[in-house]
């Protein structure tokens, strides 16, 4: 079965360090993967996507991600993080083959230490 | 631009009581709709999606239905609430212009934070 799966629950960094969230998917083709924002108290909001092409992956506020098929995995990074990247963050898979779903990972909540 | 509604914003209800959630887009028609699950710090639970006027196809029901009166409105709702409906319920929408399914980028709505007592 098709799954997505965010290994690291809790992230804690310093403003201004490097950022890196992992994802991990299952799925027998290659998805369409997609990394959301989500503030307290809040809907998500689209960082980025990825379709297909390049593996690398711009989106906003400075975040990119990286697609490889031989990992199976979306690692979402940022250079140098601000304490207003203080969120919850969720990488969903939707399957390429007609399907309706968007299948979530469990999220990572990172901290931003100032 | 399109824009995305969801009332109430929160509610505080009992458990047995009915609810009803409402969901409306504006600015595209014939998008696809859908309705989400979030339990308190956990992920998000697909329960329904609806790609035309009067039709609704079940993903994960809980004890919950849904409903799409017009093109651009949704409405989750049940007769009967438990404890376990408590959490933040979001809809989300996308083009529908993919043809056979629904991959498109999901856009989400500001979400109703429900607590059953």
């Known amino acids: 079965a098709q799954s997505v799966t965010q290994p690291d629950a809790r992230v804690t960094v310093s403003e201004g360090a490097s950022l890196q969230l992992r994802c991990k998917y299952s799925?027998?083709?290659?998805?369409?993967l997609f990394w959301y924002v989500q503030y307290p108290r809040q809907g998500l909001q689209l960082l980025l996507k990825?379709?297909?092409?390049?593996?690398v992956v711009q989106g906003v506020n400075s975040f990119e991600a990286e697609f490889s098929k031989s990992n199976s995995s979306f690692h979402l990074q940022k250079a140098s993080v601000h304490w207003s990247d203080s969120a919850v963050y969720f990488c969903?898979?939707?399957?390429?083959?007609?399907?309706?779903?968007?299948?979530f990972g469990s999220g990572t909540q990172l901290t931003v230490m100032p | 631009a399109q824009t995305i509604h969801q009332w109430p914003v929160a509610e505080i209800k009992a458990v047995g009581s009915p609810l009803s959630l409402g969901c409306t887009i504006k600015?595209?028609?014939?998008?696809?709709l859908y309705w989400y699950w979030q339990a308190t710090g956990g992920t998000l639970q697909q329960l329904f999606y609806?790609?035309?006027?009067g039709q609704v196809e079940s993903v994960v029901q809980l004890n919950l239905s849904a409903s799409r009166p017009k093109d651009d409105q949704f409405i989750l709702s049940t007769e009967k609430l438990l404890l376990s409906h408590s959490g933040f319920y979001l809809c989300?929408?996308?083009?529908?212009?993919w043809g056979a399914g629904g991959q498109d980028t999901q856009y989400f709505g500001p979400g109703t934070r429900l607590l059953v007592l």
């Open positions: 989300a929408w996308n083009p529908g212009d």
């Open positions: 600015g595209k028609s014939s998008p696809n």
């Open positions: 609806s790609i035309t006027v």
């Open positions: 799925y027998s083709a290659t998805p369409y």
């Open positions: 990825y379709y297909s092409g390049d593996p």
């Open positions: 969903a898979l939707s399957m390429t083959s007609g399907s309706w779903q968007l299948i």
